[in-house]
């Protein structure tokens, strides 16, 4: 791997404004472990071992399960995600994998679960983890064993 200059660095005002996008998610309503499940399942999808790593660890000391942890890529296939949860799981894919759109199953499906509010709350999730896995991705951070991120 090539040594990039951190995005951190070289754009501060802009990282600050990925880290503004983070702290309006958290202000919201969103509970603490589905933003978990959406920045893991996101991160999977998008590919970033950096925040795969350091969501996982968050996800087990916030007692998240191993097995709900290791079975997001299946989900479908795990009886052990709730409605709510795998409505999430769902939204989080498509809106990671905008280019193909958000069909209106899947939206509604959010919205009659979750409510509009709280599912735009998870739109917005998706929308800050999927910017940190780019971020994290083009600078070519690396996963450091047992490193902790709390």
Request: net charge neutral.
């Amino acid at each position: 791997m090539s040594h990039r200059k951190p995005t951190s660095e070289l754009t501060p005002k802009a990282f600050a404004a990925v880290r503004e996008l983070e702290k309006y998610v958290a202000s919201t309503s969103l509970d603490k472990v589905h933003y978990k499940l959406i920045k893991i399942r996101a991160s999977q999808i998008n590919g970033c071992g950096f925040c795969l790593d350091m969501h996982a660890r968050q996800a087990r000391e916030m007692g998240v399960s191993e097995q709900r942890i290791y079975m997001l890529s299946a989900w479908r296939e795990a009886n052990i995600y709730t409605e709510e949860e795998k409505a999430i799981l769902a939204l989080t894919e498509q809106v990671t994998l905008i280019s193909q759109g958000v069909s209106d199953e899947v939206y509604g499906r959010a919205v009659a679960l979750l409510g509009e509010e709280y599912t735009k709350a998870v739109v917005m999730g998706v929308v800050a983890i999927s910017a940190w896995n780019r971020i994290m991705i083009t600078d070519q951070v690396a996963v450091n064993p047992q490193e902790s991120y709390v």
